[in-house]
C-alpha cells in the first residue's frame, strides 16, 4: 500500500543451524507515475517517464505484463534512469505497464 512502513526480517538457515536476524530498511511505494510516454517502435517498445523530485527516492520500479496474465515482469531502476527499452515482446499482445517510484523511510 502506497506510504505504508514495512518491516522485512531475514536470516539464513544452514547445516550449522538459522543465523541470526538480519534488519532490512524498509521502504515503500510511491503512487504510479501517472505519465508515461510508450513508443512502440519495429522490435522493441520504449518507455519513459518523468523523474520524481523527491529527496528520499531510492530507484524506480517498471511492472508489466499481458493483460490476461496475473504474473507482472519488474525491473529495478536507478533514479537516474528515467527511459528504458523492452524488447522481444510479443506482437498483437495487449501490455500494461506501471512505474513506481521507491523510497527510504528510514536509513
Avoid: C
Amino acid at each position: 500500500t502506497s506510504f505504508t512502513n514495512y518491516t522485512i526480517g531475514v536470516r539464513a538457515h544452514t547445516v550449522a543451524g538459522p543465523g541470526e536476524w538480519i534488519d532490512i530498511k524498509a521502504a515503500t511505494l510511491l503512487p504510479v507515475i501517472k505519465d508515461l510516454i510508450v513508443e512502440i517502435l519495429e522490435d522493441i517498445v520504449i518507455i519513459n517517464w518523468t523523474p520524481l523530485n523527491h529527496t528520499e527516492l531510492t530507484s524506480y520500479v517498471l511492472e508489466y505484463k499481458q493483460t490476461n496474465e496475473q504474473i507482472s515482469q519488474t525491473i529495478i531502476f536507478p533514479v537516474s534512469v528515467v527511459s528504458t527499452g523492452l524488447p522481444r515482446l510479443q506482437r498483437d499482445i495487449e501490455y500494461v505497464f506501471q512505474v513506481y517510484g521507491v523510497f527510504t523511510i528510514n536509513k
